[in-house]
Nanobody, 131 residues
Framework: QVELVESGGGLAQAGESLRLSCVDS????????MGWFRQFPGNERREFVA?????????YYTDSVKGRFTIFRDNAKNTVDLQMNSLKSEDTAVYYC???????????????????????WGLGTQVTVSS
């Protein structure tokens, strides 16, 4: 059973925007840090893009997307979105939504960004940016 479902991927020209959305049906959503990761073509590892803590008080981005991507969450709707602006060809990847393995309360002050720290994953959505 897939608990996380992504949508919003597709084809864009360099400089354009896309918004990815993820709906979570598998947990008490407001207790968990949520993240977006991406997997580049030919690469087996999923790489960190952005995370947001349950209340949204802490947000982290990988350096390559800072100032271009924004992560949002709506705890009432169990959704986490990734607004991607000023897209570049190097953003081409499959994007995955993920939920932390543990409630943020168990992590105390630590916010994980490594994919190993996330226990539930969506199936991914393809983003292709042409230059």
């Amino acid at each position: 059973q897939v608990e996380l479902v992504e949508s919003g991927g597709g084809l864009a020209q360099a400089g354009e925007s896309l918004r990815l959305s993820c709906v979570d049906s598998g947990r008490r959503f407001s207790d968990y840090t949520m993240g977006w990761f991406r997997q580049f073509p030919g690469n087996e590892r999923r790489e960190f893009v952005a995370v947001i803590t349950p209340s949204g008080d802490r947000i982290y981005y990988t350096d390559s997307v800072k100032g271009r991507f924004t992560i949002f969450r709506d705890n009432a709707k169990n959704t986490v979105d990734l607004q991607m602006n000023s897209l570049k060809s190097e953003d081409t990847a499959v994007y995955y939504c993920a939920a932390d393995r543990f409630p943020q309360s168990a992590r105390k002050i630590v916010v994980v960004t490594a994919p190993e720290g996330f226990g539930s994953w969506g199936l991914g959505t393809q983003v292709t940016v042409s230059s």
